[in-house]
Nanobody, 122 residues
């Protein structure tokens, strides 16, 4: 099972940018899909973005499309989430996950990181 560690969260003003990283280890190509999810206090876990093993397949939630970009460096087994034009409603704990196929359903993913806090002030 792949182990995932997120980093890069923090406090930023509205309109600012952050880049999250998700470093993986111990996995195989069969868990090569990586997804980003987020969860705000009192809310359910929400899909943000996902990227396939080759990096050519991506999908984004409508709420972040055009503002967030997911990418990966397979040599480093690291996935990135570049977040621009951040809004207060983007405030949440962001989680990285590994799975076998592109999907918006968190139940498809079988390995999760510990999460990193992103706080956007107005």
């Amino acid at each position: 099972q792949v182990q995932l560690v997120e980093s890069g969260g923090g406090l930023v003003q509205a309109g600012g940018s952050l880049r999250l990283s998700c470093a993986g280890s111990g996995g195989t190509f069969r868990t090569g899909t990586r997804g980003w999810f987020r969860q705000a206090p009192g809310k359910e876990r929400e899909f943000v973005a996902t990227i396939g093993l080759s990096g050519g397949g991506t999908d984004y939630a409508d709420s972040v499309k055009g503002r967030f970009t997911v990418s990966r460096d397979n040599a480093k087994d690291t996935v990135y989430l570049q977040m621009n034009s951040l809004k207060p409603e983007d405030t949440a704990v962001y989680y990285c996950a590994a799975g076998r196929r592109l999907a918006r359903d968190y139940r498809v993913y079988n390995s999760w990181g510990q999460g990193t806090q992103v706080t956007v002030s107005s």
